[in-house]
């Protein structure tokens, strides 16, 4: 039977990620109606208000101290160049299939990450890495009119999402959550705003300004229930869980944009789903091992 903190910490994460499908979904239903840099920038400006509001009362200039700010900045400059190739890849993709090509990112990691170590990697590891891959082969398919140049951008985000998530879980080792939430809000907030006035253009109508508004309060509760999740229960534990977003975005984009994947997209899906969450399972039933005490 899992602790109560292990369970709450799984609960906040579904509940994250719930917040990240229909950021997504709000995200594509949107480019239709404003420039996709003007929606970042309301998505970055409103998780900095809301979190000053929230943090600053209680902390005040203690939420700035950091043992190491250029990590804060690279983290910073790495949320929000996967904020950028997100809405893009939004603008021409369907959110379940943008969703499920950018959950390869925990695969990755875990391999990159017993690389970098110099540990031996189990072969099921590398399997279970080229079976997400043919399973982004099933939704991409190369040769067909499934295949363009922008399904080029979720994969790059495959690659800086990697590297964010890298970065992040170094410096949670010594930096506190919610300084690097709050930098990482106003880091966004700042570079989005270098291009605001050369692409600045007004909503046309109460509809879009709603939509904005909701973008950055999703992204604000998403990220805050994430810090929470994982000050409950490890990362090794919470991952497989990931995968419930891809089922958020199938549904939100079903619902608010009519759409649904057709069968062969659906079983690339749950290629990556499966592959990601035994992935996970592993890495969890690894740490176990290694934490056991030997007998004789």
Known sequence: MPRPNTLQGIGLVVLALACFAALDTTTRHISASISLWVALWFRYAIQAAI?????????????????????????????????????????????GEFTAISLLAPLLITVFAAWKLKEKIHPLRWSLLVGGFIGTLFIIRPGTHHFDWTVILPLILVVTNSAFQLLTSQMTKTEDPITMHFYTGWIGTLLASLALP?????????????????MGVLASIGHFLLILAYGRAPAATLTPYMYTQIAFGVIGGWIVLNHLPDQWTFLGMGLIAVCGALGAWLTLHERRLSTEPITS
């Open 198 to 214: 050369f692409v600045w253009e007004m909503p046309s109508d109460w509809t879009v300004w709603l939509q904005l508004l909701v």
């Open 51 to 95: 979190t000053t509001l929230v943090v600053w009362p209680g902390r005040g200039r203690r939420v700035l101290l950091t043992r190491h700010p250029r990590f804060q900045l690279a983290r910073g400059l790495l949320l929000f160049t996967c904020s950028i190739l997100a809405f893009f890849s939004l603008k021409y993709m369907p959110v």
